[in-house]
């Protein structure tokens, strides 16, 4: 006979529980996993998975019996998930390993099945990564509007890196890429960062440097072992850690709240032991507020604005609200916003983002003609 052990603290245990509850469907001695999907309407459901309890079970599968045995630990707890420690053994007769491969092979494949066509947000809890909320449904890059053919040049730098691994080998080059969108608020860098994995069919680290308990030990740990494929998101960079040249009594909006020092933050993504192949985005709104050695290259490769709208990027965006609009109306509601604009001049930021524009779209859904008699409340947005 022969004897496979998967402890719950390994990659393929969650993905074997799944392939069980679909194979193992005559046990009576049930546990339940629930798990919630969101729909393209933004409806989510609730699915309830039945799996075999605690205990031993037989099923078979392509003619051989396997007899699974779940166990957990009444005094033993794992310390990274938190939960009992479990374990699941198959046993089948014969010598042939083959057979556990196959079925690991499809387990993956299922877990993959159940995220195809998502991007999946992970986020980070103890020592490793956990996958937070639903699977969103992948935006695509034309729904984020942007000046030029900004959104695709970056696309096509991060493709370029991707398919480069061995052309960074050879010059003895880490292998690793760093990017800065930085500009105002609510003009689109989060929505381009998603937009970019929904395109590459990645999924999304959010970092958090302000989490309490974070220490340079866990962050560098947690850079090392993140998901394959994934792009690294540090948002609003300047929050957490202010410029060394400005005074010793600004201090950063969580101060006290981690342990993360900034040279571990240097050292995690430059160091000797930062990971390899790592694609890493920052956000900012405030540019003039980070540190000069946080931004240099090596650490931050490209850098791009992300500013207020353009006249292309309106016109970009109506059209894309109401596709049979005409340029007249294209050209009237640009007029319109920059005369908004120009009446409030002189307070502070009245210029319009993709945020406002995006808003003020909503409360004319199917109406531009409504939109351009009511543009006098853009700038309230």
């Given at each position: 006979m022969i004897t496979l052990e998967i402890p719950c603290r390994d990659?393929?245990?969650?993905?074997?529980?799944?392939?069980?509850?679909?194979?193992?469907?005559?046990?009576?001695?049930?546990?339940?996993?629930?798990?919630f999907e969101q729909h393209e309407t933004g409806k989510i459901?609730?699915?309830?998975?039945?799996?075999?309890?605690?205990?031993?079970?037989?099923?078979?599968?392509?003619?051989?019996?396997?007899?699974?045995?779940?166990?957990?630990?009444?005094?033993s707890i794992d310390m990274q998930l938190g939960i009992p420690y479990e374990t699941v053994t198959l046993t089948t007769f014969g010598r042939d390993k083959q057979l556990f491969v196959d079925i690991l092979l499809e387990a993956r494949k299922l877990a993959l099945q159940r995220h195809?066509?998502?991007?999946?947000?992970?986020?980070?809890?103890?020592?490793?990564?956990?996958?937070?909320?639903?699977?969103?449904?992948?935006?695509?890059?034309?729904?984020?509007?942007?000046?030029?053919?900004?959104?695709?040049?970056?696309?096509?730098?991060?493709?370029?890196?991707?398919?480069?691994?061995?052309?960074?080998?050879?010059?003895?080059?880490?292998?690793?890429r760093g990017y800065l969108l930085h500009g105002p608020p609510g003009c689109g860098k989060t929505s381009l960062i998603t937009a970019l994995a929904g395109e590459l069919e990645y999924s999304i680290c959010i970092l958090n440097l302000s989490e309490r308990g974070l220490s340079d030990d866990r962050l560098n740990h947690l850079l090392t072992?993140?998901?394959s494929q994934s792009i690294i998101l540090l948002e609003d960079i300047d929050a957490a850690f202010v410029s060394r040249e400005d005074s010793p009594q600004v201090k950063a909006a969580y101060d006290g709240l981690s342990?993360?020092?900034?040279?571990?933050?240097?050292?995690?993504?430059?160091?000797?032991?930062?990971?390899?192949?790592?694609?890493?985005?920052?956000?900012?709104n405030h540019l003039d507020r980070l540190d000069p050695a946080l931004i240099r290259p090596g650490r931050v490769?490209?850098?791009?604005?992300?500013?207020?709208?353009?006249?292309?990027?309106?016109?970009?965006?109506?059209?894309?609200?109401?596709?049979e609009s005409s340029k007249?109306?294209?050209?009237?509601?640009?007029?319109?916003?920059?005369?908004?604009?120009?009446?409030?001049?002189?307070?502070?930021?009245?210029?319009?983002?993709?945020?406002?524009?995006?808003?003020?779209f909503l409360n004319f859904?199917?109406?531009?003609?409504?939109?351009?008699d009511n543009i006098h409340l853009i700038l309230k947005q």
């Amino acid at each position: 006979m022969i004897t496979l052990e998967i402890p719950c603290r390994d990659k393929s245990y969650q993905w074997l529980l799944q392939w069980i509850t679909r194979n193992a469907r005559n046990t009576q001695h049930l546990s339940v996993e629930t798990t919630f999907e969101q729909h393209e309407t933004g409806k989510i459901s609730t699915h309830f998975d039945f799996m075999p309890s605690v205990g031993i079970h037989f099923f078979t599968h392509r003619g051989r019996w396997i007899r699974v045995e779940r166990t957990r630990e009444q005094q033993s707890i794992d310390m990274q998930l938190g939960i009992p420690y479990e374990t699941v053994t198959l046993t089948t007769f014969g010598r042939d390993k083959q057979l556990f491969v196959d079925i690991l092979l499809e387990a993956r494949k299922l877990a993959l099945q159940r995220h195809e066509g998502k991007t999946i947000m992970y986020t980070a809890m103890g020592h490793e990564w956990r996958e937070f909320g639903p699977g969103r449904k992948r935006r695509p890059l034309s729904s984020v509007v942007l000046p030029g053919n900004q959104s695709e040049r970056i696309l096509d730098d991060i493709k370029s890196f991707i398919n480069s691994e061995k052309w960074y080998e050879s010059r003895g080059v880490p292998f690793r890429r760093g990017y800065l969108l930085h500009g105002p608020p609510g003009c689109g860098k989060t929505s381009l960062i998603t937009a970019l994995a929904g395109e590459l069919e990645y999924s999304i680290c959010i970092l958090n440097l302000s989490e309490r308990g974070l220490s340079d030990d866990r962050l560098n740990h947690l850079l090392t072992v993140a998901p394959s494929q994934s792009i690294i998101l540090l948002e609003d960079i300047d929050a957490a850690f202010v410029s060394r040249e400005d005074s010793p009594q600004v201090k950063a909006a969580y101060d006290g709240l981690s342990r993360v020092t900034f040279s571990g933050l240097l050292n995690m993504l430059d160091g000797v032991a930062s990971s390899q192949g790592r694609i890493l985005f920052m956000t900012t709104n405030h540019l003039d507020r980070l540190d000069p050695a946080l931004i240099r290259p090596g650490r931050v490769d490209v850098k791009e604005f992300i500013g207020y709208t353009s006249d292309d990027q309106l016109k970009k965006a109506f059209k894309n609200f109401y596709p049979e609009s005409s340029k007249q109306q294209l050209d009237s509601f640009v007029q319109l916003v920059r005369k908004e604009e120009s009446k409030l001049k002189e307070k502070k930021n009245a210029k319009v983002s993709m945020a406002a524009v995006q808003g003020f779209f909503l409360n004319f859904k199917d109406n531009p003609e409504a939109a351009l008699d009511n543009i006098h409340l853009i700038l309230k947005q």
